[in-house]
């Protein structure tokens, strides 16, 4: 059975999330009771992987809703729309929590309008395409995979095997289910096509080698763990078919913004000839943001590099930089996998036009 990261039932109205800071020794679901704990979850990243984030987000909204009694609909609409504007500043480089603000709240704004929908009516509007948004990311993520298992194949000869390197953590915990990235790895492994999988280190966090190769060995995929540091001599050496990421931001002309490390990961492809895709639901297009150079890199605690849980690793009074996230450019990336189909960064803007026209 596949890993599951969130846990809703609308009937009790209960959300349960896979504390991930605790994996993977333990394995335990953390209660998130309303908005408060949703901000806090996603923040410290118990919840992470920028689809994951915007579902956690507003099904903690949608938790609070059923439980909170309203007076107007005007106050329903205020309510959902500060509450969503909170969530949103609770990581800013993942775009998918603002995605989904910016859907909810027009659809509050044209529900409140709307004089045939009563309070009672506007809520269960609200409540049920949230909960359609878990189910969405699950069918988004399938098509991705298999559209990312499609094209790496397209690039090799006849039906032979193709080993990938991926980055982070893009599985089912980083999702409602499934996997981006990891989807496009599992579709390759269900296809009987997949040698073998290796997954970073992630550092500083470590989300390749606590969360990927737990997702790894759970599916019984073949992996082996690497430190980011070995990513070059891997592509030298082992003849990899392409890199596949995730992405917590793309830009209009494709620039992305994924976890830090993607962009040298870029680079060494480039070098080697190897293909470097980025997989993605449309949820993660900000066509807002011309480049890569607007998006707002998130920075960590200094914590997170000098510790092993614990334990300090590094000298006492070093100074430290911990950016997130980077961007890599679009130059340097094959095709952006989504559950519309595969598309080269510069094709980005048409598509994204005539899917929201
Ligand atoms: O800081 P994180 O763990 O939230 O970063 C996650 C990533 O960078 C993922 O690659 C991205 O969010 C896509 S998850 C499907």
Redesign the pocket.
């Known amino acids: 059975m596949a890993l599951k990261s969130i846990i809703y039932n609308r009937e009790t109205n209960n959300l349960e999330i896979l504390d991930q800071l605790l994996l993977p020794a333990i394995t335990k679901y953390v209660k998130v009771k309303g908005v408060e704990d949703g901000w806090k979850v996603i923040n410290k990243?118990q919840v992470?992987?920028?689809?994951a984030?915007a579902i956690v987000g507003c099904l903690s909204l949608a938790v609070e809703l059923q439980n909170d009694k309203f007076e107007s609909k005007k106050q329903f609409r205020q309510e959902v729309e500060g509450k969503l504007n909170y969530l949103v500043s609770s990581r800013p480089t993942?775009v998918n929590m603002k995605t989904a603000a910016e859907e909810l709240i027009d659809l509050v704004n044209e529900l409140s309008k709307d004089g045939s929908v009563s309070l009672e009516d506007m809520k269960n509007k609200f409540l049920i395409t949230i909960q359609q948004m878990l189910e969405k990311d699950i069918a988004d993520n399938q098509a991705i995979g298999d559209n990312g298992a499609k094209e790496i194949l397209s690039k090799v000869a006849g039906d032979s095997q193709v080993r990938v390197i991926t980055h982070?953590?893009?599985g089912s915990l980083?999702?409602a289910g499934y996997?981006?990235?990891l989807g496009v790895i599992r579709s390759l492994q269900a296809a009987r096509r997949l040698e073998h999988v290796y997954c970073t280190e992630t550092r500083p966090?470590n989300?390749g080698a606590r969360l990927t190769a737990f997702e790894l060995i759970h599916e019984k995929i073949p992996a082996t763990l690497v430190c980011d540091s070995m990513v070059a001599a891997l592509m030298k050496s082992r003849n990899i078919s392409a890199v596949v990421?995730?992405?917590?931001r793309v830009a209009a002309n494709g620039d992305t913004a994924?976890?830090i490390g993607t962009y040298q990961m870029a680079v060494v492809a480039k070098y080697h000839g190897v293909p470097f895709y980025v997989a993605?639901p449309f949820t993660s297009i900000d066509s807002k943001v011309t480049s890569g150079e607007h998006i707002v890199i998130e920075e960590r605690p200094d914590r997170e590099m000098t510790h092993v849980g614990e334990h300090r690793i590094a000298a006492k009074g070093i100074q430290c930089w911990n950016p997130?996230?980077d961007v890599t450019p679009a130059s340097l990336i094959a095709g952006i996998i989504t559950e519309k189909g595969v598309f080269r960064p510069d094709q980005l803007k048409d598509v994204f036009a005539s899917a929201n026209p």
Do not use: L, S
């Open positions: 990243m992470r992987g920028a689809p984030i993942a982070c953590n893009t980083a999702t996997g981006t990235a966090y989300q990421v995730g992405a917590d994924n976890k993605a997130a996230f």
